[in-house]
């Protein structure tokens, strides 16, 4: 493990659960072992109903992340000043311990694509996402984290690694990194490189949160290639890298995420502990 007295720049929450509509009554009535819930900021943006009523309501008993999908940070578009000004009426509402959105871009010409789109690893696109970044941070008066995103194509026009990119790029913005474990691991296998390449070239004290999800498997043209989609449990594989992780990083706040099929909240929240069993077998 890297030395543990290294500076974090980000709070250990332990483990923690993505906040979803189906889960509310279970988390409401107290049936949670977790430390933090992760919510997804733009379903929390409205000024009343249910939602941020709810919200609200368990932020007082614990701790909230905020994690957006709309920031588009890597677009040519100017930032959306409507978009930031709400996301900073939450962050003063819920007082979030950890801000996050993707290192993608998510829309062109103020058209949005609901997908998270990749970036070529170049010294142009640093210079552009970090001045972005930083533009983000000056406005909500907190530094940030940045998320990997799973990719499915490269670029010719790359001039370095994803890992060289994110390193540069998180020191440049004073940023964070959330590293989510699935997406390297997904990447790994459609591009072919060591994960653990990946995970050991990042600064210990950027990465300031952990994702960890399934993904689904195709295969065309006798190529086998994964997809990110949340539809599954984490997988044998992913789980490895997470400890492996762990073991080179230290611990860092974790959570589980499950977009689709989710199950109930007591399977979930089984998927989670193997998080926490890992957390505890790494610190021994």
């Not at 009535?29 to 733009?42: P, Q, T």
């Not at 004290?205 to 065309?220: C, D, P």
């Amino acid at each position: 493990m890297r030395d543990s007295k290294q500076l974090r720049l980000f709070p250990d929450l332990g483990i923690g659960l993505g906040l979803r509509v189906p889960h509310y009554a279970a988390i409401r009535e107290g049936r949670s072992n977790v430390h933090w819930f992760e919510a997804l900021s733009e379903n929390y943006m409205e000024d009343g109903g249910r939602p941020i009523h709810i919200l609200s309501e368990i932020r007082r008993d614990k701790p909230v992340a905020l994690h957006g999908v709309s920031l588009s940070v890597a677009s040519v578009d100017p930032l959306n000043p409507e978009y930031l000004k709400r996301l900073k009426t939450l962050v003063e509402r819920v007082e979030p311990a950890l801000i996050s959105d993707h290192c993608c871009w998510t829309g062109f010409a103020g058209e949005n694509l609901h997908d998270l789109m990749p970036v070529p690893f170049t010294q142009e696109a640093i210079d552009h996402i970090a001045a972005r970044i930083l533009q983000v941070q000056e406005f909500l008066g907190r530094r940030i984290l940045l998320e990997n995103v799973s990719s499915y194509v490269s670029f010719k026009h790359s001039e370095m690694t994803e890992w060289e990119f994110l390193k540069e790029l998180l020191v440049k913005a004073d940023c964070g990194l959330l590293l989510d474990v699935n997406n390297v691991y997904v990447s790994s296998i459609n591009h072919n490189f060591d994960p653990l390449d990946y995970v050991r070239a990042i600064p210990t004290e950027r990465i300031g949160q952990i994702h960890l999800a399934g993904h689904s498997e195709r295969e065309e043209g006798g190529e086998r290639f994964l997809i990110d989609t949340h539809d599954a449990p984490v997988c044998d594989d992913v789980w490895a890298l997470y400890e492996e992780t762990v073991s080179l990083v230290g611990p860092v706040s974790t959570m589980v995420e499950w977009d689709a099929d989710i199950p109930s909240y007591e399977r979930l929240e089984e998927e989670v502990m193997k998080a926490e069993r890992i957390r505890k077998k790494v610190a021994l």
